[in-house]
């Protein structure tokens, strides 16, 4: 059965994804942790349920979603996977993480592309890999059928859709990817986004200011 641990890392109170099931294989999704505090949380999580981590997963390859991956394949010696539109997003990171007070900062490069439709596999696991652009130009989000679990990254929020103002993003590109990927998924899927609460596909359709059916925007 697939369990989900989250942390909340950085200023950006970005959201760090843990995914594991009974074989104790984990993977890592969106790793925030900056700070030694942070990094150390994250491993004494790893430690406490006697993890083995084989992947790190970016959703996107913006500077909070992407401070601990250095880490991260340093630590448990494990690949980084990211969508091959996101790699000039990750490259940028290092020519502006100073500018937000990130002088650490470690930059690293991808090892495996993600493809839209691939599947993810880990221990019991298939994560299905959605493409939903918008945000940033390779954007992709992890879907478990079986479970009805979503981790969402920055594209679909309690109430709000992912900033689209930052370079490679687009407004209308990502009301299109939510509207045609994350909500073909059925209303009971749990969406675990890059900050802030979860949320449902449900509730997202009626109730978002930006794509649901009351849309105001």
């Known amino acids: 059965m ?3 641990k989250s942390f909340t890392f950085n200023p950006f109170q ?7 099931d009974e074989t104790k294989e984990a993977v890592i999704i969106d790793p925030g942790c900056y700070e030694k505090e942070e990094k150390d949380m994250l491993h004494n999580f790893i430690l406490s349920k ?3 981590v084989v992947m790190l997963l970016n959703t996107h390859c913006h500077i909070d979603h992407v401070l601990g991956n250095a880490f991260v394949k340093r630590k448990y010696n494990v690949d980084l996977y990211v969508h091959a539109d996101d790699e000039v997003v990750l490259k940028s990171v ?3 993480a100073s500018n937000y007070g990130f002088q650490q900062y470690e930059p690293t490069s991808i090892d495996e592309y993600l493809k839209e439709g691939q599947d993810v596999k880990f221990g019991n696991t298939t994560l299905q890999v959605l493409w939903v652009p918008g945000h940033a130009p390779g954007h992709v989000v992890f879907y478990h059928k079986e479970s009805g679990n979503c981790i969402g990254g920055d594209t679909l929020f309690e109430g709000s859709i992912g900033r689209t103002d930052l ?7 990502l009301l299109h990817a939510i509207k045609t990927q994350m ?10 986004p890059g900050h802030g609460p979860e949320t449902t596909i449900g509730q997202e359709k009626i109730h978002n200011p ?3 059916e009351r849309a105001r925007f």
């Open 183 to 192: 909500f073909a998924l059925p209303d009971e899927t749990v969406v675990y």
């Open 94 to 96: 290092e020519s502006y």
């Open 2 to 4: 697939l369990e989900i």
């Open 14 to 20: 970005e959201n760090t994804y843990v995914l594991y």
């Open 167 to 173: 370079p490679g993003g687009d407004h209308h590109t």
């Open 50 to 52: 006697d993890l083995k």
């Open 210 to 212: 930006f794509v649901g």
